[in-house]
């Protein structure tokens, strides 16, 4: 996110294990710029029996993004080990499920042909 303060750790790997590796580039800094921006704003309709999702693209859908919706019943649930897919490769930016009685929690993320 903007503004924000990120740390990195890079592993290199080396061609030649004989020679070492040294760091000294003067920013020691960078400007993450990543290819791909979450979906957003999910947004839920409910109609029916039916739950609507629908989203805006990404940073650059001209990319070939696809979207993979997830769905839990647990709040607190790790992502994305305590969640399931429910879809998968999906290139619309929007998605209907049936509802159920128990109440969802819905994360939709982004792919592309190139990251």
């Known amino acids: 996110e903007n503004n924000g303060r990120y740390y990195w750790r890079v592993k290199p790997e080396h061609i030649n294990p004989a020679i070492s590796t040294g760091f000294k580039k003067s920013p020691d ?12 704003p999910v947004s839920i309709m409910i ?38 897919l429910l879809i998968s490769d999906l290139n619309a930016t929007e998605w209907t499920v049936r509802s159920t009685d128990a109440k969802k929690f819905y994360c939709v993320t982004a792919e592309g042909s190139v990251k």
Do not use: I, M, R
Request: aromatic share 22%; glycine share 12%; charged share 20%.
């Open 47 to 84: 109609e029916g029996n039916y739950v609507t999702l629908s989203w805006g693209t990404g940073k650059e859908p001209e990319k070939g993004e696809v979207y993979n919706v997830y769905g839990t019943d647990d709040p607190y649930a790790a992502f994305p080990a305590g969640w399931t």
């Open 29 to 40: 800094s960078f400007v993450y710029d990543p290819l791909y921006y979450p979906p957003s």
